[in-house]
């Protein structure tokens, strides 16, 4: 009797404990993307017909606390558009250029009223669990990360490999984009930095954690930077964050150069003059490098030495008239152009980070901490003033290991 | 017929399962609260120290085989005396059950079930606990058993797993200016594995003669290593000062952790299955070694024992419900181990130290 009566109430107990948290998937809201602008919708002194309301109209809030700051746009799915809904035959017309997804617009001054006030206007119950990128504008930016980030870092649905992006005000027309091959703006923009590995010039590792723990140990950082046209995003270089504001932008030469010093190379192309032929050209595809920072205290002065290495594969060549002369000694001068060209690029964007935005975007700060925390100690107030003189001299060894299909 | 005895190697898991707890998930952010990134360092010291504590546990272990600590108490103390003694370290485990219960309550409440209400999973979770701890010993620990393997392997997988993750600029420099915080952390670092002193609750009810001295160490090995590669795991993936603000940082590492393809989405859901039972186990035995002293205390036998673990199914949601803010509540848990710790690290060694004596001049007489 009293073991049935225990297991009475373990069963209730469990199936009870259940009970309160169910919520059925298609009552969800499932949101994709975010884009958070500077307030723009103002407020109309007259109350419009109903006939000649807009969405942009159900987007304002009547505040208790001040001005609202912040229109937070979030998108969400439309999932009787989806494709596997309408095979399944439960309806749908999505395609052929018509959005599959839903942008509400709503101001506020705090993301989870915004979010709150949102709910007045949708049926679902909106979750981020499934947020693929973050887009903010760039007013957002300049004005700082750390003062409106919390709320993505303490709602227990965020994720930390959510993606982050910059983007020219207004945020949220990069939510609108109807991709060609995507169902969804957000998604679109999340598998972008996945070609990283081909494509050297894309931010590599921009996710909200990443970010995060830069803001917090007072490292500076880039984000990608974002731009739209109707149907297509480009990652177009970055925007580069000082102390978690942005204060400009690096161009994709810029990217590539810091994916490279920062060891976060994964893969490109290097195109060098011909050694040969000046008005030729080679072309070196890499399939990896990998780069060694050391810092070298000689007196009081700090330099620092950047070893790379990339290997790859003679991928092209342009002029010369096609002709196959792949010796050994064409190779390593080949190679040699390839390291010039390398070094090139890498100085043009080292002094364009120390000498016209003092931004330690190579993180050499955390390297000096970790490596000579001694030294790191005494300089670590004058840092600003410190960096953009450090001597920093760029060393690249090219290896060419294959050479495609001809000799 | 088997017999409804220990083996050896569930000693061994007992022992695992009597450390681990909610420790596991608060352990990182504590240590590295209290030393920066030498955190590790600090926990490893503190695991040694409990190897030197489990000397005096051992030789007590070996001096009462057939006796476990409230009966061995009694034997050595005194009637009254021993009884005394025993009272702190009641209300102790009772408490620290008690608070297990509700910090994994504030935890599932967070990351999976947020609208149902805080007493709800805590009395669930206590109804099974005082379940499990009715059927007795090798009823609980076949159970152990059975959560043991599961946890184990999540537990090694999120290591896995987040290797990539993993920045070992993070954890450097080593003991750089940070000495005296290294060596100040090395006590919080002992905190962690208060659930060294229950095995003699369970060490006479070995099968064999022989007393299972090597699987207990093994038992206290594996969540010493287990601590200090998650310390080190975190700190290298987080970074020193986001480990300071997140709370539950094995919880954060995991929800870190996506696979692009696959059938399994996200590693945390799956963990929750492993994490949850790994907390359950650690209560059980908590709630059982209180049952085992109220017992004793009070002389309570026969039927009186099933009455006593009824009481600890409304004691314990009591003292979890009993702290209304969730900070607050981690910060008495962390208290409440500085004090245990204090009261069993000079516990043993003195019921050690007064058996040993006694020992000898029964022997000398």
Redesign the interface.
């Known amino acids: 009797m009293i073991r049935s009566t225990w297991f009475l109430i373990i069963i209730c107990l469990l199936i009870c404990t259940g009970c309160w948290d169910r919520k059925n998937i298609e009552d969800r809201g499932y949101i994709l993307g975010i884009a958070i602008d500077a307030h723009s919708l103002e407020k109309d002194a007259e109350q419009k017909p109903p006939d000649k309301m807009k969405e942009t109209d159900f987007g304002r809030i009547d505040m208790t606390t001040g001005k609202p700051e912040y229109d937070m746009t979030v998108q969400l799915p439309i999932v009787k558009k989806s494709p596997t809904v309408s095979a399944s035959g439960g309806g749908g017309e999505g395609g052929g250029g018509e959005s599959m997804s839903w942008q509400i617009t709503q101001s506020g001054d705090s993301f989870l009223s915004m979010e709150r006030e949102m709910e007045s206007r949708v049926s679902l119950t909106l979750f981020y669990e499934h947020l693929q990128a973050i887009i903010i504008s760039d007013d957002i930016a300049r004005a700082g990360l750390d003062k409106m980030i919390d709320f993505f870092l303490r709602d227990r649905e965020m994720r930390s490999n959510v993606g982050l992006f910059v983007a020219a005000t207004p945020a949220k027309n990069l939510l609108e984009v109807i991709p060609r091959v995507e169902d969804h703006s957000a998604t679109y923009l999340h598998e972008l930095p996945t070609n990283s590995e081909r494509n050297s010039r894309v931010v590599y590792k921009s996710g909200l954690g990443e970010t995060v723990i830069c803001i917090r140990e007072g490292n500076d950082f880039v984000l990608p930077w974002i731009e739209a046209t109707k149907d297509e995003i480009k990652m177009k270089g970055g925007a580069l964050f000082k102390k978690g504001k942005m204060i400009g932008r690096a161009d994709e030469v810029d990217i590539e150069s810091i994916n490279l010093i920062r060891n976060m190379y994964r893969g490109g192309v290097v195109v060098a003059r011909r050694p040969d032929d000046k008005t030729g050209l080679i072309v070196m595809d890499v399939f990896g490098a990998k780069t060694k920072i050391k810092p070298i205290i000689q007196g009081d002065e700090l330099k620092v030495d950047v070893y790379i290495s990339i290997r790859g594969q003679y991928a092209e060549q342009i002029g010369s008239g096609g002709i196959d002369d792949l010796s050994d000694k064409f190779i390593e001068q080949c190679e040699r152009a390839f390291s010039n060209e390398i070094e090139k690029q890498c100085n043009r964007t080292i002094r364009k980070m120390q000498k016209e935005y003092n931004i330690d975007v190579f993180q050499l700060n955390k390297l000096l901490r970790t490596q000579k925390p001694g030294y790191w100690h005494e300089i670590k107030e004058d840092w600003d003033r410190i960096y953009p003189d450090v001597e920093i001299n760029v060393h690249v060894k090219s290896d060419v290991r294959l050479v495609g299909n001809k000799k | 017929m088997r017999t409804k005895k220990l083996a050896p190697w569930q000693i061994m898991v007992l022992t695992v399962s009597g450390i681990l707890g909610v420790d596991i998930l608060i352990v990182q952010h504590n240590m590295v609260s209290a030393a920066g990134v030498d955190g590790w360092i600090s926990l490893t010291i503190g695991g040694m120290v409990i190897f030197a504590a489990s000397i005096p546990v051992i030789y007590l272990m070996r001096l009462y085989p057939d006796k476990d600590v409230p009966q061995i108490t009694i034997e050595v103390l005194g009637k009254w005396m021993g009884r005394l003694a025993l009272i702190p370290l009641t209300v102790f485990s009772i408490v620290y059950a008690g608070l297990s219960a509700r910090i994994i309550g504030q935890v599932l409440k ?8 805080m007493t ?2 805590v ?2 979770m206590v ?2 606990v005082i ?1 499990l701890v ?1 059927k007795g010993v090798y009823t609980l620990a076949a159970v152990v058993d059975i959560i043991f393997p599961m946890y184990m392997t999540a537990l090694i997988l999120l290591v896995v797993f987040s290797v990539p993750q993993a920045n070992l ?1 993070n954890i ?2 080593v003991l ?2 940070n000495a005296g915080k290294t060596a100040g952390a090395i006590i919080p670092g002992i905190y962690n594995f208060t659930g060294y002193g229950t095995i003699p609750y369970f060490m006479c009810h070995l099968k064999s003669k022989k007393l299972a001295v090597k699987p207990y160490i093994i038992g206290l090995g594996i969540p010493v290593l287990l601590y200090i590669i998650l310390t080190v795991i975190t700190t290298m993936v ?5 480990l300071r ?1 997140i709370l539950y940082p094995i919880l ?1 590492l995991s ?2 952790i ?1 696979f692009k393809s696959g059938i399994l989405d996200r590693l945390e859901s799956f963990m929750a299955l492993f994490w949850i039972p790994m907390v359950f186990a650690s209560i059980v035995i908590f709630t059982y070694i209180s049952v085992r002293k109220i017992s004793e205390i009070f002389s309570i036998k026969g039927k009186g024992k099933k009455y006593t673990s009824y009481t600890l199914l409304f004691l314990l949601p009591a003292v979890a419900m009993i702290i209304p803010k969730d900070l607050n509540v981690l910060e008495t848990y962390n208290n409440l181990k500085h004090v245990g710790i204090f009261y069993i690290s000079i516990f043993y060694p003195i019921l050690a130290l007064v058996a040993g004596v006694k020992k000898r001049v029964v022997k000398q007489k």
Do not use: C, H, Q, W
């Open positions: 967070m990351f999976l079930l947020d609208k149902t209400p709800v999973i009395v669930s109804a099974a379940y009715d600029a450097r420099p750089f200016r987080f970074g020193e000062t986001t603000a954060n929800k870190a996506e």
